[in-house]
């Protein structure tokens, strides 16, 4: 069967769904790999590379008579309808933000694998790709707090006087949250972190922060998220974090709530109590922010003289080591559905069931179902 990795088509987005390193693990198994000239490039990847390592690069359409496509984003209309019948595609696909590109695949009777509903449990851990992609997110999140502060993060003892550490504030103790926590610990700053989740208090406090409680009730959700919060729970708890917030030099926001806007976690008057030089890093920012006035891509300065910094394709600015292990979550997931060289969705397997959107001309899920 052919696998195809066409260039990836959206603005910003340089990932690479393949990289070379997992090429010969495909072939072994019997699979035709074929990656489109110049797929590679962004990540730093070159055609000599894929071909050395046993794919096969072409030039123009490579995905019209593959059997299975990976990408990073998710493939437009146009592109599914090109596609042959009982083709199956890989990659990121949103129930809720790429509705034209599952009704394209549906009507072309393409099965569409979703990464984003990927299952939580331990079996599927290995192709979790919103995992894989959150860490880069929150690694990079640190670095740009770090590079866009005026103060050094370290505690520094010189011959001029010594130099305080900075102080830093995560919200969201998910996995980006605390790869943000971990790199700015290890640049030496004093960090404190905060989740709606109590469970999520000895994570923060393994990475030598310190853990910031709230007199609020828990907000467990499913597979491992946090569930969304009443409009008056979300205000006693903005009350209850503005003094945090006052007292940062550094914000870094990561909630997130799969499916749906990020929460508004902090408004402009909290900002308003951050001392002029702080920074603010917004990883939500894309999905309506989790900090008022952020703006994806940009950097925003307020009247106080706050800097704050909208995340827009953040694992992108990562995409060499990004596009490794989102390589790795697809061929995780791609191994779980091949025998001897032929790749069979098996819905029997609860894995593929959650994360398959369409199949045989038709829309899976119960939410897909009623759009």
């Known amino acids: 069967m052919k696998l195809a990795v066409p260039k990836e088509v959206r603005s910003g987005e340089k990932r690479v769904a393949l990289v070379p390193d997992i090429i010969a693990k495909l072939v072994k198994a019997g699979l035709e790999v074929v990656i489109e000239s110049g797929a590679g490039l962004t990540?730093?990847?070159?055609?000599?590379?894929?071909?050395?390592?046993g794919a096969k690069v072409q030039s123009g359409?490579?995905?019209?008579?593959?059997?299975?496509?990976?990408?990073?984003?998710?493939?437009?209309?146009d592109a599914m309808k090109r596609l042959k019948k009982g083709a199956i595609t890989i990659s990121f696909l949103s129930p809720t933000t790429a509705i034209d590109s599952i009704e394209a695949a549906a009507s072309a009777g393409v099965t569409a694998i979703s990464l984003e509903l990927v299952p939580r449990i331990s079996r599927a851990q290995s192709m979790d790709a919103l995992t894989s992609q959150a860490l880069c997110a929150g690694y990079k999140a640190a670095l740009v707090a770090a590079e866009l502060s005026p103060r050094f993060f370290p505690l520094l003892m010189t011959?001029?006087?010594?130099?305080?550490?900075?102080?830093?504030?995560?919200?969201?103790?998910g996995v980006a949250g605390l790869q943000a926590i971990a790199?700015?610990?290890?640049?030496g700053a004093v960090v404190s972190a905060y989740d709606v989740r109590p469970a999520s208090a000895d994570e923060v406090k393994s990475m030598g922060a310190k853990f910031i409680t709230l007199e609020l009730e828990a907000l467990e959700g499913s597979g491992g998220y946090a569930r969304e919060m009443t409009e008056d729970r979300a205000a006693k708890q903005r009350e209850l974090l503005t003094p945090y917030i006052a007292a940062a030099n550094v914000l870094i926001t990561t909630a997130a709530v799969?499916?749906?806007?990020?929460?508004?976690?902090?408004?402009?008057?909290?900002?308003?109590?951050m001392a002029p030089g702080s920074v603010v890093v917004d990883l939500a920012s894309e999905t309506g922010g989790n900090v008022e006035g952020t703006k994806p891509g940009e950097i925003v300065t307020t009247s106080n003289g706050v800097r704050m910094w909208g995340g827009k394709d953040v694992p992108s600015q990562l995409a060499f080591h990004a596009s490794m292990l989102f390589s790795r979550n697809v061929v995780n997931l791609l191994m779980?559905?091949?025998k001897e060289g032929v790749v069979t969705p098996d819905f029997t397997d609860e894995i593929i069931d959650a994360a398959a959107v369409t199949h045989g001309?038709?829309?899976?899920?119960?939410?897909?179902?009623k759009k």
């Open 61 to 77: 359409d490579v995905i019209k008579d593959a059997d299975i496509i990976a990408t990073v984003q998710p493939l437009t209309p």
């Open 361 to 369: 001309g038709a829309k899976r899920t119960p939410e897909l179902a």
């Open 183 to 187: 790199t700015a610990k290890r640049l």
């Open 258 to 273: 799969p499916g749906r806007p990020a929460p508004r976690l902090v408004t402009a008057q909290m900002i308003s109590t």
């Open 336 to 338: 779980l559905m091949t």
């Open 159 to 173: 011959a001029a006087g010594t130099v305080t550490p900075a102080n830093v504030v995560v919200l969201g103790a």
């Open 43 to 53: 990540a730093e990847f070159s055609d000599d590379q894929y071909t050395q390592a």
